[in-house]
């Protein structure tokens, strides 16, 4: 099996339309926010800008199940998606009026900060490195590190095999956390494949070039969930990590609004996370977490 973006679209497509039907939504959204009309703001303010222009640019992933993943016709499914359009539709955008950029892990402080993107919703950990140079509303979700291996494997139960077995090789992606946070761990720096997406370290775990691969645990879930019994995950999480939404450095007042709209539209947050995460088996709707200060 491949596990890159078309061989996943075609069942997550039915789920998604599955759950559109059950929830009372539409194909194009999963949540049920009006989009605001002709919604007021401070002038200068980036909600004005966005409100006045009436489309914005979102960063998001485009191979990751569950959270944000291109359809056959070039659609965008996930929570990460459906968080986006919920923002978007509190500052009178619709969600066809969202121009969306694939934005691999390694690239998302580099587009906020050129101001090619106006939000980067991209199971986005928060952290103090990320915060000097972007700021970021949320958290939205909590995740945690994991590792995934092929169902068959039953030696490696957590990240110390790897200090142990020094010829067991491990996958993740170029400037994620989990590729950073996995090193203590391991015997040598050999034992690390680094890739831009996920979905290349599926398919290689497929193929058997590495044993494992470590991400997020919902992100890891996504590809267990989409692999018909040939992965699982092993051990505890060994790490926080905190979804947020980047946005330009010290624009305290649109994060202020990202926070304000996320806790007004807590039934729409629990909807999108139904409608795709929690299609996931193993997970669990999350209650919003509660804000960080925004700086
Ligand atoms: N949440 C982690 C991070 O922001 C891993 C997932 C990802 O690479 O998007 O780096």
New binding site residues.
Partial sequence: MTFRRTALVATLSVVALTAAACGGGDEETATDVPVAEAPEFEAGTTMAELAEAGSMTVGT?YDQPFFGLEGLGGELEGFDVEIAKIIAAELGIAPEDIDWEETP?SVREEVIEGGEVDMVV????INAERAERITFAGPYYE?GQQIMVLSENDEITGPEYFTENPDATICS?RG???SEQIRPYLANEGQLTLFDEYSQCADSLSTGQVDAVT??NV?LLGFVSESDGEFKLVGEQFTE?P?GIGIEKGDVEFCQFINETLAANEEAYVAAWEATAGQIEGTQTPELPEPNECV
């Fill in positions: 992933k892990s991209a199971t986005y950990t995740a992606v994620s956390t989990p991400t997020d992100i990590e979804y």
